[in-house]
């Protein structure tokens, strides 16, 4: 299994960017998800799909702002940022797995995904 994020850079506050996590070697995933760690802080959840259906889940502080999706067929998850602020500057990881999420429907956790990417770096400049 593999998962291979992309998308990442540097953009100014108010602008945008889209992440795109490509999974091969999967054949069901219950969800996948992005985390997010920003330097001296741990990873905290952003946002999850659930494969089946496309419900979806986001952290407070990005909501009305990131968009989730996925391509089923494709198996690539996109997260649409908008609005960057300085604060959204981290290292974003998209994992697969959440079993126990897709159950409880409560804030994902990173024990809860068995398979995760390299990282994409996002930058937002005040």
């Known amino acids: 299994v593999q998962l291979q994020a992309s998308g990442g850079g540097t953009v100014q506050a108010g602008g945008s960017l889209r992440l795109s996590c490509q999974a091969s070697g999967i054949i069901y995933t219950p969800s996948m998800a992005w985390f997010r760690q920003a330097p001296g802080n741990d990873r905290e959840s952003v946002a999850v799909v659930i494969w089946s259906g496309a419900s979806t889940y986001y952290a407070d502080s990005v909501k009305g702002r990131f968009t989730i999706s996925r391509d089923s067929a494709k198996k690539v998850v996109y997260l649409q940022m908008n609005s960057l602020q300085p604060d959204d500057t981290a290292v974003y990881y998209c994992?697969?797995?959440?079993?126990?999420?897709?159950?409880?429907?409560?804030?994902?956790?990173?024990?809860?995904?068995?398979?995760w990417g390299q990282g994409t770096l996002v930058t937002v400049s005040s």
């Open positions: 994992a697969a797995g959440g079993s126990n999420f897709v159950k409880t429907r409560g804030p994902p956790v990173e024990s809860d995904y068995e398979f």
